[in-house]
């Protein structure tokens, strides 16, 4: 069997891309609010829904779409957070109990997703263009998540390296007691990565949606990996995402490959992150970090 | 004159726990006041109480004249209360320069921010030298001088040091509490929680001493060193050590 590996290359790319702005804010905020968000699978699902909405049903195109969503999605989640999860932290609770609230918060947002819209799959109207360079396949849609990853990869390391907010987001994600002797509201710092990191959440949804299909699980779909991006990254370290995103990315895809091989069906591939996490917590229990420690 | 900081009749602690009882005490400008007493007196929360990370239970505090009572840590350096930490005490994930920026996170003006850190590099000449090192890589001694520039970019009226000394050599020990002396001299009152009595007396001009969460003696820096009672019961000096003085 011939193995396109330059195709491989560009799917890891792709599906890395979607991981690594799926898991920004989940990294971020794991680190600063010290618990696992897992309804952000749900704010990825929303900000999918709200993309077809806009785009598909309302015939708005994906612009407004990825506006709409972030917007949206992002305030969700900042109603989440001061709603829920702050409360409960402010009385005590603990980090488990805050994970299961975030599961429990989760299954709300997702079976109120599927009575809204309902749990027949549905996809995006958009039809894209196929480009072939040589061996490789792309679609309009590939070559647009692409372009948005590196925006916000390099808008977000601006950000975070350079602008007052974003060392404030450092210092408040690396030392919260300090940061706010500095004079750092850090309380409005997780706000804003609550509401930065949903948002890019919903793009991500959008784009796992538009390539593949819309339903109450789309973030669901995906949450396994993105945590696995999480860990392998380092809790909170941005940078450490980014590599992280594109070795599941690519783990992912030769996996598909492998298993093919063996005659295994590739749903296994979910099993790859698994695994990675595993020995992830096993071996390095600080992840990538250890390579980005000016995170 | 009135003091510019006060503490009235603080019991505090932490959740359910009263750890210390009915402190009072009071900091002028230009005075270094430190806080003695053995390990597990109330030292470092009885400066916790004032900047809210410890509970206050009963008692008031008092900055320039204004109750400012339950106030919030980054109120309180808005208002011009640094705060030093005795441990974790710098970002380490953060370079000294970006450290120094986030210690002058209230001032909005760039200007200000720039000549605040060229004054604080004049007076930390050490860090000058590394403004792009990670603090997470620094000494010791490093870490400390970083930790009390960072809260001095602030520019406080009131700087609350809880054990600069703990963990630090006894030559970068010296030149940090020369240091807090220039800071002094250029207006900065400072509160100052400290093992090492002998060193922190030599800088001080009063203090004030806690056993058991209650203060039992308070003065100048000459009265408590000479107190042959608080030598013996609270401070824990070595006779061999005042000898050799």
């Known amino acids: 069997m011939d193995i396109n590996w330059a195709q491989i290359l560009l799917n890891s790319v792709i599906t890395g891309s979607i991981y690594l702005i799926g898991a920004i804010g989940l990294s971020v905020t794991y680190r600063l609010s010290n618990f696992s968000n897992f309804a952000h699978a749900e704010f990825i699902t929303l900000g999918a829904f709200i993309g077809y909405w806009v785009s598909s049903q309302l015939g708005w195109g994906l612009l407004p779409a990825f506006i709409i969503a972030f917007l949206l999605t992002g305030t969700v989640s900042l109603l989440c957070y001061r709603g829920i999860f702050q409360p409960l932290a402010k009385r005590g609770a603990s980090t488990i109990h805050l994970m299961i609230a975030s599961i429990a918060v989760g299954f709300i ?15 995006f109207l958009n039809t894209w263009t196929t480009y072939e360079v040589g061996a490789i396949r792309i679609t309009g849609l590939w070559l647009l998540l692409i372009l948005v990853t590196l925006t916000s990869a390099l808008t977000m390391h601006f950000a975070l390296m350079r602008t007052k907010l974003g060392k404030a987001i450092r210092a408040s994600s690396s030392n919260p007691e300090l940061a ?35 339903w109450p699980m789309t973030g669901w779909d995906i949450i396994l990996p993105i945590f696995a991006v999480v860990v392998l990254g380092g809790i909170g370290n941005y940078h450490g995402a980014i590599v992280a995103a594109f070795i599941i990315g690519l783990t992912e895809n030769i996996g598909v490959v492998a298993l093919t091989n063996l005659g295994l069906a590739t749903e296994y591939r979910m099993a790859l992150a698994f695994l990675i996490i595993i020995i992830t917590l096993i071996v390095k229990p600080q992840g990538l970090a250890m390579f980005f420690r000016r995170a | 004159m009135s003091p510019i900081l006060s503490a009235k009749n603080i019991d505090a602690g932490y959740n359910d726990v009263i750890v210390i009882r009915d402190i009072s005490i009071e900091i002028n400008t230009r005075e270094i006041v430190a806080i003695l007493g053995p390990n597990g007196s109330g030292k470092s929360t009885l400066i916790k109480s004032i900047l809210g990370f410890a509970k206050l239970f009963d008692g008031k505090v008092i900055y320039h004249g204004k109750d400012i009572t339950g106030i919030t840590s980054d109120r309180a350096v808005h208002m011009g209360i640094g705060y030093v930490p ?49 603090a997470g890589n620094l000494s010791g001694g490093e870490r400390q001088m970083l930790a009390i520039a960072r809260a001095m970019m602030a520019q406080p009226k009131v700087l609350l040091l809880d054990e600069p000394l703990a963990s630090v050599s006894p030559k970068p020990g010296s030149a940090i509490l020369s240091k807090l002396n220039s800071i002094k001299d250029k207006g ?58």
């Open chain 2, 86 to 134: 005795q441990i974790n005490n710098v970002f380490s994930n953060l370079t000294i320069a970006e450290n120094l920026d986030m210690g002058a996170y209230p001032c909005k003006d760039k200007k200000s921010i720039k000549s605040r850190m060229t004054e604080t590099y004049d007076i930390f000449p050490e860090l000058a030298a590394r403004k792009k090192a990670l």
């Open chain 1, 109 to 123: 947002i997702r079976y109120s997703i599927g009575a809204g819209w309902g749990w027949t799959p549905q996809y």
């Open chain 1, 180 to 214: 706010a002797a500095s004079g750092i509201n850090v309380n409005r710092v997780i706000l804003i990565t609550w509401f930065i990191g949903a948002g890019l959440a919903a793009i991500a949804g959008i784009f796992r949606g538009a390539s593949t299909q819309v």
């Open chain 2, 188 to 245: 900065t009152a400072i509160l100052i929680v400290e093992q090492n009595v002998q060193k922190v007396l030599s800088i001080s001009n009063r203090g004030y001493v806690l056993v058991n969460g209650a203060c039992v003696m308070s003065g100048s820096a000459d009265s408590l060193f000479d107190e042959e009672s608080s030598r013996q019961r609270f401070l824990g000096l070595e006779e061999k050590v005042l000898d050799n003085n």
